[in-house]
């Protein structure tokens, strides 16, 4: 990986993440050069995936020094996003994380998570449809585009918005030109972009 | 998994595999209920992606009865896609595939394996840009398409295409209404597709 920034983000799994929600991120953060770590919850770095995919992990949480890191990553998956709920030390930290003004980012289910912990009230956000109750409960800004920033906070649909998700992430750290570099040379047609106009 | 077909697609896992690439359509089997099976090219089940992602598969090449199966899929990635083609057996098999009718997957650099092995004469097929002169030489019909099928072949153009791939193949197996469904259910936005117009 040829490094572009310090700044490292921590993509946590679960049991029963959803695989591509999680790896993506991974994917285009080491095209990107982000430093990243894939993180269990558990003290076992191997963590199986919702469609029983086995991935091993970099680190586990006990383990993680959470100052190093300038975002965490919250995948959704059934039952992977409650059981990241069910994460008394990732909760605390994404409230200090928010708190601080660094940021967090969650996908599909998860940002349930966020509107649980009283994060998105007044925020611009997208979620899975089936917890857009949960969002809305919680006071946030439903949109419904592919991925959505909005004060340090990045959410986005699932599955199908994982690459959107991705590249918000890398916009967030290294702007808008280079995302959109990537997304060029990884060969994602954007329903926003030019690609439209060809 | 809501299993929908008896037919059963092989995943072939290298080291130095394109994570999303093989994973993606692995996701969208699963989703759409149709059996597969991750297979390590080596005797080990421990496979590590082109970006340091190691994942285990569920077999290893010389137990597999390739009988059993429909569908062979090649992911991507560097060293993956040359370390697919130094697999003797595996370059036996798809061409068996190949000859015998049934039906051969791949996607990023990997259709060139499908090129050196003159399987795409007069075939319309996708790839990566790294490696459009390989199947130029081999005689394909090159097309920019997120992913085409013809003659049993289906082929694509990267990780930013996986998910297009992906349904490509539950198409074939389920037909357009169900890949079609799925494309929904997942949130994905298809460039080609009514979305555009919402």
Known sequence: MNQTTDRQVAVFLAEGFETIEALTVADLLTRAGIPHTLVSI?????VTSSHGV??????VIKDLDFSQY???VLPGGIPGT???????????????????????????AAPSILA???LLRGVRAACNPCVEKDLMAGGAVLVHEPAVLCEN?????????????????VRYFLGEETAEKLRRKILYQ?????????
Chains 1, 2 share one sequence.
């Open 42 to 46: 558990t003290d076992d770095t191997r």
């Open 54 to 59: 086995e991935v091993v992990a970099d680190g």
């Open 70 to 72: 300038d975002m965490l």
């Open 82 to 108: 409650p059981n990241l709920e069910a994460c008394p030390l990732l909760m605390q930290q994404v409230k200090a994380f928010a708190a601080g003004g660094k940021a967090v980012a969650a996908i599909c």
């Open 116 to 118: 649980h912990l009283g």
């Open 153 to 169: 906070l990045i959410t986005s649909r699932g599955m199908g918005t994982a690459t959107p998700f991705g590249l918000a992430i």
């Open 190 to 198: 954007d329903i926003n972009s030019g690609d439209l106009h060809r």
